[in-house]
């Protein structure tokens, strides 16, 4: 019996102190990151470089249907009631298309292949003239939108979004954002989805032009706030888009810029105006926009656009490339597989009751300074 005892202690201190170990080792980093966020920033250096690395590699490998299971959460609303066909609308709570767009997206098309589909889909569009005078349409709405939203000083939404970053395309985020107008500056904070926590500052003409971002989670409370540059690799590894672009009226100079180029390139997409939508509860414009071929228009297959009916500026865009050579997608999956951009803003705040404490990291509510 005391053989039996003597073992059973021993055996308890080896497992405690291989659990303390353990904890050791996971601690040990993050107080070194703590007192040296310098080398934070570059071990982050050193896993982005990792992780593109794997991704030329798996890229190098035959192209497979990317599993897109948080977006088809996003979109289980896109099936409507036979109510809401019948009166020719639907209640969007996630933004997603009205039944007129779900139906070009959404519908299977059988023994069709990809390119296919696509003329199919274009042969619904109209003549050169049409297509040249609903981009024109649209691009002087988004003009007097980019005034007319512009003179608003400061708002706060919610924003959630879903990209294309090399390779894979990153599950539904849902984050507050508060942007000022000018001078330029915008909050973010992840409310759900990766980096759970995680809070982003940037002001312009503060910090060195760089972004203050503060982690989520254990890091967020061992590693204090780290200072970005806002364009460099590191903040570009998560974004298509810098944060300086973040916010409504950057999502709008960035659909001119496209519809000028295409207008200068004379490069023309299949251009519709669409049944209207809402976006949370927002009544909204809804555009589609649809090229021929990739060697047209090498980076967007298709774009579907929700443009508020009071302020002209998109809540909602939805952008679609083509797919890899040799993936051979049909109706849902040809969009579940080559999606590059999903942007949804909702219950938006624009009644100028942002202050400067909103945009400061010694405000009380953010972990700038913990």
């Not at 070194?32 to 490998?61: F, H």
């Not at 040249?132 to 980019?146: E, F, I, N, P, T």
């Not at 890091?219 to 706030?225: D, S």
């Not at 298509?240 to 000028?260: D, N």
Request: net charge neutral; glycine share 8%; proline share 5%.
């Amino acid at each position: 019996m005391a053989t039996l005892i003597a073992y059973w202690k021993g055996s308890t201190r080896r497992r405690l102190l291989r659990g303390l170990a353990g904890l050791a080792a996971c601690v040990a980093p993050l107080v070194v990151l703590a007192l040296n966020p310098s080398l934070a920033i570059r071990a982050l250096e050193w896993g982005l470089s990792r992780k593109r690395a794997r991704g030329q590699t798996t890229a190098a490998a035959t192209p497979q249907p990317l599993a897109t299971t948080a977006y088809a959460g996003a979109l289980k609303t896109a099936s409507t009631s036979d109510a809401d066909a019948d009166r020719g609308e639907k209640s969007l709570n996630t933004g997603v298309l009205h039944p007129a767009i779900a139906a070009s997206i959404g519908a299977p098309r059988l023994a069709s292949p990809a390119s296919e589909t696509n003329r199919q889909t274009l042969a619904t569009g109209g003549s050169d003239e049409t297509n040249l005078a609903v981009l024109h349409r649209v691009l002087d709405l988004l003009k007097s939108g980019r005034e007319r939203f512009g003179r608003i000083p400061s708002y706060n939404a919610i924003f959630n979004k879903r990209e294309r970053i090399g390779a894979e395309v990153s599950d539904l985020s849902t984050l507050e954002i508060k942007v000022r107008h000018q001078p330029f500056a915008v909050y973010l904070k992840v409310l759900e989805g990766h980096s759970l926590g995680r809070e982003v500052l940037y002001v312009d003409g503060e910090n060195d032009g760089s972004m203050l971002v503060r982690m989520g989670g254990l890091k967020g409370r061992l590693i204090p706030a780290l200072k970005i540059d806002a364009t460099g690799s590191i903040a570009m590894n998560e974004s298509r888009y810098p944060v300086t672009k973040a916010g409504i009226l950057g999502l709008t100079e960035s659909m001119i810029a496209h519809r000028e180029m295409e207008l200068a390139n004379q490069v023309y997409a299949h251009a519709r105006q669409e049944a209207d939508g809402v976006v949370d509860g927002r009544p909204c414009a809804v555009y589609s926009f649809l090229f021929d071929n990739a060697e047209r228009s090498p980076d967007y297959r298709k774009s579907i656009q929700y443009l508020d009916r009071q302020w002209n500026v998109p809540l909602q865009v939805e952008n679609y490339g083509w797919p890899e050579p040799g993936q051979h997608l049909e109706g849902a999956a040809l969009d579940e597989g080559t999606l590059i951009e999903y942007y949804k803003y909702s219950n938006i705040v624009a009644d100028g009751h942002l202050t400067d404490d909103d945009f400061s990291p010694s405000n009380p509510e953010y972990r700038f300074r913990r």
